[in-house]
Structures are given as C-alpha cells and as structure tokens.
C-alpha cells in the first residue's frame, strides 16, 4: 500500500468512469495499471477490515460469562408475572434486579417452592418480595429453581 488515502468503491466507480475512454480510443497501459493498482490497495484495506472485524467476533465470542454454565445466583424478585402461551398454558417469569426488563421463567411446579399459590395470581405483574435461586444457561439465567436461603 502508499499510505494514500483509501476512497470509497463508489468513488473509485466514478473516478474509473471518468478515466475510461469512448470505445474507440484504448486505454493505455499507465492507465490500466493505475487503476488495477488503486483498486488492489482497496481490496487490500477491505480484507483487512474483515480480518479485524473477525478477531473482533472471535474474541467477544471467547469472553467468560459473569457465572458458568449450570451455576446459580441469587437476586430479589419484585414482581412475578402471569401469561399465557399460545396454548393457553399459564406461563410465569419473576422480575428484579438486573432481570428486571426480560424475566427469569419460573415453572409451574416450583411455584410451590416460591410458597406462591397460583390461583391467588392475577394475569399480568404480581407484586412479591422475594431473594430466587435461578441457574445459569448459555445467555443468562434459565429458570428459577428455588428460594435463597
């Protein structure tokens, strides 16, 4: 590369149109040669972007979880919300702390281990008040397991 600075292929597409000539007159080989050469340093920013762009995904992909696979943790549940699914099956999730926006899916039957009757639950956001156990998956929280001692 000349350390020049690298233009854009839609400026190339033009500066190459400019440069050609009507069909009757050849390009000369200077010509030819130049334009092969601007458009190869292009390329070869381009690949390099690409390469940063990948060792960038390769190392946010390698990046440790706050919490493994399969460990827990604890947080204080604010609200516990009640829908249904497409089946018309209830569906729990608890909100608080930093799970607050999307929930953590609690299952029907550790509901009794949440000492909540779910017939006394209304559909929408529940107020509680409550320290959950919930155990890791692969983006985040998967469930609800239990109350924190």
């Known amino acids: 590369m000349t350390g020049k600075e690298l233009l854009p292929i839609e400026a190339w597409k033009g500066i190459l149109m400019t440069k050609l000539k009507p069909s009757s007159e050849k390009l000369t080989a200077a010509e030819l040669r ?11 920013q381009l690949e390099a972007d690409i390469a940063a762009l990948r060792e960038g995904l390769a190392t946010a992909a390698n990046q440790t979880q706050d919490k493994p696979l399969g460990e827990t943790i604890i947080f ?5 919300i009640l829908s249904y699914d497409d089946d018309g099956r209830p569906v729990y999730k608890v909100k608080g702390g930093q799970y607050q926006k999307f ?9 009794p281990l949440l000492k909540v009757d779910p017939d ?20 985040g929280p998967r469930k609800v397991i239990g109350l924190s001692e």
Not at 76 to 80: D, I, V
Not at 103 to 111: A, H, K, M, N, T
Not at 120 to 139: C, D, F, Q, S, Y
């Open 76 to 80: 204080e549940a604010t609200s516990l």
């Open 34 to 44: 130049a334009a092969f050469e601007s458009l190869n340093e292009r390329l070869d």
């Open 103 to 111: 929930g953590v899916r609690v299952w029907p039957e550790v509901l």
């Open 120 to 139: 006394t639950l209304k559909p929408g956001p529940n107020p509680v008040k409550m320290r959950v156990m919930a155990i890791m998956g692969e983006h």
